[in-house]
């Protein structure tokens, strides 16, 4: 790192840079389309320092560091535990409780630190918008990998949960990625619409605690999907988290439902978020930098 520093700041000091450059002047043009993907992959490098500096901010100056990562969901899980095991006393079958819960729970912490970061991060950016051009899309990308990172720390925390209640995960494993891809396309869509939104009206932001607090409890990360009414279920199945989390339950317990049609309701509800908020990314980007 030290190096490639040195080599950028000789660089920007060499007089060749200035009297050789041409200058290209900066456009932003409104319209309707796809952002230029070629344009994103070339500053691919640049989400990498931008997750970098997340991190880094994140747990700056704090007595625990990274271990919050394993912190927060199991303090939560032990609060859900008390509420929703010992008090309202859910049923989970022959799974218990804790272990239940947390299976869903860190997917599902994944996926509503992703969405909020992503859906902040252009206003939480602004001062670098006004100053230089990049790919818009940069910013909540950083943010979701950002968390894909925190979610890969928590995991040996499910795992040690696994082994302290002794249950035998079976190959059913392998399709962990496949939940752990679509939650993050989710909070990618879903963040896409609220990012461009957020910059002008500034509401949204208060709004979100709100909305992520109601969309938990209109997924199955507290109680099982048997208890949700049959009638209720065709409304409850476009909710693309219901067939992630479920399905993240069946595999590391073999509890749940195996992926099936509501797994493929939440799917093409995803790629019609994603594939339109990109499009009204790319409509609203002309004016962020005058906005925000």
Do not use: C
């Amino acid at each position: 790192m030290p190096a490639r520093e040195n080599r950028f700041m000789k660089t920007m000091r060499s007089p060749a840079l200035y009297t050789n450059a041409t200058v290209h002047p900066i456009k932003s043009e409104a319209g309707w389309g796809f952002p230029d993907l070629r344009e994103l992959w070339a500053a691919r490098e640049l989400i990498y320092f931008f997750v970098l500096r997340d991190l880094k901010a994140r747990y700056k100056q704090t007595i625990f560091g990274w271990t919050w990562a394993l912190l927060q969901p199991f303090l939560t899980m032990v609060v859900f535990t008390v509420v929703f095991s010992i008090i309202a006393r859910v049923p989970t079958g022959s799974v218990p409780y804790p272990i239940f819960n947390l299976s869903g729970l860190l997917l599902w912490t994944f996926f509503v630190n992703a969405f909020r970061g992503a859906a902040t991060s252009l206003t939480t950016n602004g001062h670098l918008m006004r100053k230089v051009y990049f790919p818009r899309l940069v910013f909540p990308l950083g943010d979701i990998f950002a968390t894909l990172v925190d979610f890969v720390i928590s995991l040996p925390l499910l795992f040690a949960m696994l082994l302290f209640f002794q249950i035998v995960p079976t190959w059913h494993l392998v399709w962990i990625p496949v939940f752990v891809l679509i939650a993050m396309f989710t909070a990618f869509g879903f963040g896409l619409w609220v990012a461009a939104i957020h910059v002008r009206y500034r509401d949204i932001g208060h709004f979100l605690p709100f909305l992520t607090q109601v969309w938990m409890y209109g997924t199955p990360v507290v109680y099982p999907y048997d208890l949700v009414p049959e009638w209720m279920r065709p409304f409850y199945n476009l909710n693309p988290m219901v067939g992630v989390i479920d399905g993240m339950r069946w595999a590391l317990l073999g509890s749940g439902r195996a992926p099936d049609i509501t797994l493929l309701y939440g799917v093409v509800v995803i790629v019609v978020v994603m594939v339109s908020g990109l499009v009204f990314f790319r409509h609203m980007e002309a004016e962020f930098a005058d906005v925000v």
